[in-house]
């Protein structure tokens, strides 16, 4: 019970890690806003964030410049603020990817012997 | 052709008015922030509960709830808002008046927020302290200092002295070393300071990041 418990908060914590890098990634192809942002997260990486934590964030990507956005009316009758990188945000989008790929190719040949002995 | 007494088309439905509550209570939790920032925030998250809520169809009252309670408590979110804002600005400049200023929004809306302002406070006060002595004591070479004086019950006690004032009855601990020692040891302080208040903003963000599940 403990022993779940535990590894239970130690995934919540890995979430968390990444969650910087999967917003920087969403807008990798074009802007988006944050409804779709929130969208993309769960479709493409099962990644389970509440709303309320995105959102802040969001707003301090865009403190940071990584981030830069604008308002922009639609359909439905009420303006959405876009998101969209920055050059710096690029940036640090790629060098990010760039560490998780080295970082998780290196944990999966580790780790190997133990998914292949289950 | 007559309408039913309850159909007024601009009379604000329940699923409206709770909207607004919810957005007025945010918007009163960032009043620390800039004003077009706090509006900002307000007007995007509005814009997200319409369409979350309109999702289904029908924007009904259960729609409503259900995007508000993805949000989650407006004075959480309110306070998330507040130490990231804190966070990305210590991040652009350490300048101790920056986070103070910060730290006062934050303090203004957790008791967390309160005693890292408090300790900040006395932090970057006694840093100033330090370096004003070593700065006058080179206005007041025979007073400014750090002296050890004789207290009434008997025992010694230290004190800071700008220098104003007559020669105190005591000695002078440091003589001129109070000059370099208070500019570093006082620089020392302040820049500490910075870092301590801005880890713990950083553990009490790490500790609303955490999904409820």
Redesign the interface.
């Known amino acids: 019970m403990r022993q779940t418990d535990a590894a239970d908060k130690w995934e919540v914590q890995l979430r968390k890690g990444c969650l910087e890098l999967a917003i920087l990634a969403s807008l990798w192809d074009g802007k988006l806003y944050g409804l779709e942002i929130l969208r993309r997260l769960e479709s493409d990486s099962d990644l389970i964030v509440s709303e309320g934590t995105v959102y802040p964030l969001l707003s301090r990507l865009k403190a940071l410049r990584l981030v830069q956005s604008e308002w922009v009316e639609s359909d439905a009758g009420h303006p959405r603020k876009y998101y969209a990188l920055t050059p710096a945000g690029r940036q640090r989008a790629r060098e990010m990817a760039g560490m998780w790929s080295r970082f998780s190719h290196s944990m999966t040949r580790l780790l190997a012997p133990i998914v292949k002995g289950k | 052709m007559t309408t039913s007494g309850s159909a007024q088309p601009n009379a604000p439905t329940d699923a409206q008015k709770k909207v607004d509550a919810y957005l007025s209570t945010l918007r009163q939790r960032l009043r620390g922030l800039n004003d077009q920032?706090a509006r900002?925030?307000v007007?995007?998250?509005?814009?997200?509960i319409?369409?979350?809520s309109?999702a289904d169809g029908q924007t009904t009252v259960a729609a409503v709830d259900a995007a508000l309670a993805?949000?989650?408590d407006p004075e959480?979110?309110a306070s998330?808002?507040t130490t990231?804002?804190l966070?990305?600005?210590a991040?652009?400049s350490r300048s101790p008046f920056r986070i103070l200023k910060s730290l006062f929004r934050w303090a203004s809306l957790s008791i967390a927020g309160f005693f890292v302002l408090l300790g900040s406070f006395l932090g970057y006060l006694f840093g100033a302290v330090l370096m004003l002595v070593a700065a006058l004591k080179l206005i007041h070479p025979h007073t400014a200092g750090l002296w050890i004086l004789p207290s009434s019950s008997g025992d010694f006690e230290l004190s800071f002295r700008l220098g104003f004032g007559s020669v105190p009855d005591g000695r002078d601990l440091l003589g001129w070393w109070i000059v370099p020692i208070g500019w570093i040891a006082g620089g020392a302080l302040v820049m500490l300071t910075t870092y301590i208040a801005v880890w713990f903003a950083r553990q009490y963000r790490?500790s609303?990041?955490?999904?409820?599940s």
């Open positions: 920032n900002e925030i007007e995007e998250l509005r814009s997200h319409i369409e979350k309109a993805g949000l989650g959480e979110l998330q808002y990231d804002n966070l990305s600005q991040e652009l790490k609303l990041v955490l999904p409820k």
